[in-house]
């Protein structure tokens, strides 16, 4: 299957219905409150998402984001009672996703479609 390449807008809607695809990638600082540091960047959006954990237990002591400004959605911080659903999400993925094939499906008939349908106007 031939890999797609999606927007970046595109891929926010990715992450936001499916979730982030993690890499475990270098910290450049340690924790405020301390531990071991385990970052992760998602290879879609570049969303970092910054643990600290004990270094004896492995338990979680801390987790933040950094997300790129335009990953951030208005409802978010604006009405976020109203703010879509993770089934609103995947509602548009799917959308998404649709208006993609029908546009790939017309790009393959393309000019073949357009030669048959002149032929049988004659």
Known sequence: MARRYYTQQANYLLCR???HAWDVVDADRVPKQ????V???CERCGTERHDAVSPTT???W???YVYDTSYR????SQ???AAPTKSDWRRMLLAERLIQ???ERALRQGDSGDAQHDETRL
């Not at 301390?34 to 540091?37: E, H, L, T, V």
């Not at 959605?73 to 978010?76: C, E």
């Open 17 to 19: 219905s499916l979730g």
């Open 39 to 41: 970052w992760l960047r």
């Open 62 to 64: 801390g987790r933040s």
């Open 101 to 103: 094939a029908r546009a």
């Open 73 to 76: 959605h208005s409802f978010d």
């Open 34 to 37: 301390g531990g071991m540091p």
């Open 79 to 81: 009405f976020a009672d």
């Open 58 to 60: 492995g338990e979680l």
